[in-house]
């Protein structure tokens, strides 16, 4: 009788995080607890639409919070077996329903009214992972106007000096790469850090992103390279911040180096597409 739980509306291939990625991601503290406080105040007695479960952490936080029921979809099939296994050990088969298949298909005779739409489909500045693609179509087939968790990314940027390769410049690399806490040498800081965009998730999204940036030289030198960064707000004034595990910071080459003195500005112009990846991530200068 378990097993009807699990209903696969396909079998899918996909190129999801393996297994053993998942551990990091339940390792982050930082991120768990924020999600978990924008449940125990929003999730009582509501139903709730999680994709992306994964391990299933989200769905189960939302159901010992007090969801009515959590309805919890993962494409990818060795994921949902995890989940369902976590689902059951905590007890949880009769609140919880698992879902085997694409979000993006999923449709009005999918779905009953949802009061809460959770997604942990998260990469900076959402450039990687499907997360907005995904919301952008749920909200527009599911019925009711549902809170959504999180509730906004805060996207920042800075221009940075960096070494695009090894500590003697035998070689030479310009490309984007994560910025993590075993990164040495850190990227030098040239010019004041300022919020480039916000995310709010709506069905009239565009995914094709393009924005403006000023960025004021603090010291005289040369920028090669932006460091990006993501603030996540789950709710109210819960936020988390960067980690190695989740929305790492990104440095990201400009097209050439530019020498700045103090004080002196520069314009940029960024374009990319959400969940597209960082292949389609372009920056000029204007």
């Not at 982050?28 to 709730?48: G, I």
């Not at 995904?134 to 990314?153: A, E, S, T």
């Not at 403006?212 to 603090?218: D, E, F, H, K, N």
Request: hydrophobic letters at 40%; charged letters at 25%.
């Amino acid at each position: 009788m378990k097993r009807e739980r699990v209903i696969s509306l396909h079998d899918t291939r996909n190129d999801s995080f393996d297994p053993k990625e998942h551990i990091n991601f339940l390792k982050n503290a930082q991120r768990n607890a924020a999600f978990r406080k924008a449940f125990d105040t929003l999730a009582p007695d509501r139903l709730v639409l999680d994709v992306g479960t994964g391990s299933g952490i989200m769905a189960i936080y939302a159901a010992l919070a007090g969801a009515r029921k959590v309805i919890a979809v993962e494409k990818d099939e060795r994921m949902a077996r995890v989940a369902m296994a976590n689902i059951r050990r905590h007890r949880l088969e009769n609140r919880i329903k698992l879902i085997v298949g694409d979000a993006l298909e999923l449709t009005h005779g999918n779905l009953p009214p949802v009061d809460i739409l959770i997604g942990e489909m998260l990469s900076t500045w959402c450039v990687v992972e499907p997360q907005v693609p995904i919301f952008r179509h749920l909200l527009g087939v599911v019925d009711g106007n549902p809170i959504i968790i999180p509730k906004r990314i805060s996207n920042y940027v800075e221009g940075v000096q960096t070494q695009f390769g090894d500590s003697e410049g035998v070689v030479v690399i310009p490309t984007t790469y994560f910025e993590l806490e075993s990164t040495h040498p850190k990227a030098k800081k040239m010019t004041s850090r300022v919020i480039a965009s916000e995310i709010g998730f709506s069905n009239d999204m565009v995914l094709d992103v393009s924005i403006q940036i000023s960025l004021r030289a603090l010291h005289p030198g040369i920028v090669n390279a932006l460091r990006l960064t993501s603030i996540t707000e789950t709710c109210d004034g819960i936020t988390f911040n960067p980690r190695d595990d989740t929305m790492p910071r990104m440095i990201v080459p400009l097209p050439e180096e530019i020498r700045l003195g103090t004080g002196q500005m520069i314009s940029l112009a960024i374009q990319y597409t959400y969940g597209a990846g960082w292949e389609n991530f372009v920056v000029r200068q204007n």
